[in-house]
């Protein structure tokens, strides 16, 4: 949701270091998924916690710079747009990755006779949809931006970008 948002705010080419940073965190807790370092953070509830409630100011703060972007005919302030570190903060901090990777990572054997391989072939394939899913998200928001030239539709997208993303980081910490 932050990368659509980001596209519609900020376009394309202004957020890609905030994809790069998004990208780069999600490949970090796959990597922290495959060789069990997320078991040890999960084993730490006070260090959990303080995640937990970081992420959520960031996503609160990252909502309200998607609702408040300028919308309408305007000339894109490259420099407004959250960069590498936020994107690569939020990644790591995302309690929506480590569940959902951690599920598909632990539910499926691709090799059965090699756990090596089998990891190794993991790894690829979910760093490869990592990559290729944030792009397009990113890659959406920014096509959507071109269509929202009204102020008042693009007042309103951007407004609901930022509820859907404050939304589903707390439906996922209520199920979780």
Known sequence: MSLAGLGTAFG?????GYLMGIIAGTTAVLIM???GVTALVLAQ?????????????????????IATAPVGSFEVRPDQAPAFIPGFTLAIANPKAFAAIGAVYAGHTLVDDNLTVDAAYKLVALALVIVVVNTAWLAFGAVFSRVLTNPVAGR??????????????????VLA
Do not use: H
Not at 12 to 16: A, E, K, N, T
Not at 46 to 63: D, P, R
Not at 164 to 173: E, F, P, R, T, Y
């Open 156 to 173: 309103a997208a951007n407004v609901l970008f930022a509820t859907l993303l404050v939304v589903s980081v707390v439906w996922a910490l």
């Open 12 to 16: 394309f080419r202004p957020s890609l």
């Open 45 to 65: 509830p006070l260090l959990l916690t303080a995640l937990t409630i970081l992420a959520g100011v960031y996503i609160l703060y990252l909502a309200w710079k």
């Open 33 to 35: 998924i495959a060789t």
